[in-house]
């Protein structure tokens, strides 16, 4: 027995997983110190690291307890390295011992409609894609706030919707399932330590009554100066965060073949009305 019996026993009832999970605390300071990490060790995880995580994401809000979301946990080394390639070729998805895919789930929601004998129309509209989506980022964000409790590190990895379909393959996702994006989890390399990164100030993000777009300049103008400062800190010259945004969003091409995603998501089987 430890602290989170009680509370493992509420969330799954006789189904509790019974490996001894941390209990984490002192949370507000855990999410200030969050770095993505992308130097790790190889070593192995603890036992029971995978049922801890998955029970921080099932723990989390789920939009009307629908659950869409699913995880795929990779630790096959050859698996990971196709992986990598396909997320864009980086190296912490190969050499990370654990390689979680988070997926929006419509395909558990479609076959318990359909044993129903319902065509579950609904599963064909825009809005239960974004629950899956939510439901996956809440989930995923979850399991990464528990791993870093427990000394362990995380980095999301966007690059999984690449090129969607081949992933789907690799993974062997039926139709109606999506991978959102993937996490690399292990311990950080201390020879080569992440930093936190500086985010804008609260003055662009934060609006109190109404949103003014308008009085952000200030503190992005401000927020550049930050990150200057940040990479030289790094001995790395990068052009300032406005002009990396801008980059980033000026073109189709610049999205790394994820301007293809509406067809993608159309192949997977999510008509998307
Ligand atoms: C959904 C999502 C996708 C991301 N994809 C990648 C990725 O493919 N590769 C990578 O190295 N970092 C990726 N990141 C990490 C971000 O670059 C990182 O969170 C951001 O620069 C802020 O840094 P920090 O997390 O260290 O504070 C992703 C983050 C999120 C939330």
Redesign the pocket.
């Known amino acids: 027995m430890n602290s989170l019996s009680g509370p493992l026993a509420e969330r799954y009832g006789d189904q509790a997983p019974s490996a001894s999970l941390p209990d984490p605390s002192a949370i507000l300071s855990l999410l200030l110190a969050?770095?993505?990490v992308?130097s790790y060790l190889p070593d192995a995880l603890p036992a029971g690291t995978l049922e801890a995580l998955v029970a921080a994401a099932q723990s989390a809000s789920t939009s009307s307890n629908l659950q869409a979301w699913s995880v795929v946990a990779v630790e096959d080394p050859e698996r990971r390295a196709r992986l990598a390639v396909l997320?864009?070729n980086?190296a912490?998805v190969r050499n990370a011992p654990l390689f979680l895919v988070w997926l929006a789930d419509l395909a558990r929601l479609e076959e318990i409609t359909r044993s129903q004998g319902q065509t579950a129309e609904g599963l064909d509209y825009l809005e239960l894609l974004v629950v899956g989506v939510v439901d996956a980022a809440l989930a995923a964000q979850n399991a990464a706030v528990a791993l870093e409790s427990m000394g362990l590190a995380t980095?999301?990895?966007?690059?999984i919707r690449n090129h969607p379909e081949a992933v789907a393959a690799e993974l062997g996702l039926p139709p109606a399932t999506f991978a959102v994006?993937g996490m690399c989890v292990g311990y950080e390399d201390p020879a080569r330590p992440?930093q936190i990164?500086p985010r804008l100030p609260q003055a662009a993000v934060l609006h109190r009554e109404q949103y003014s777009l308008a009085a952000q300049a200030p503190a992005i103008l401000d927020y550049d100066r930050v990150m200057s400062q940040f990479y030289a800190g790094q001995g790395m010259k990068q052009p300032d965060w406005t002009r990396t945004v801008a980059q980033r969003v000026a073109s189709a091409s610049a999205l790394s073949g994820r301007d293809r995603l509406a067809e993608a998501l159309h192949n997977l089987g999510f008509k998307i009305r």
Do not use: L, P
């Open positions: 969050h770095r993505s992308r997320a864009g980086q912490h980095v999301y990895i966007g690059g994006f992440a990164k």
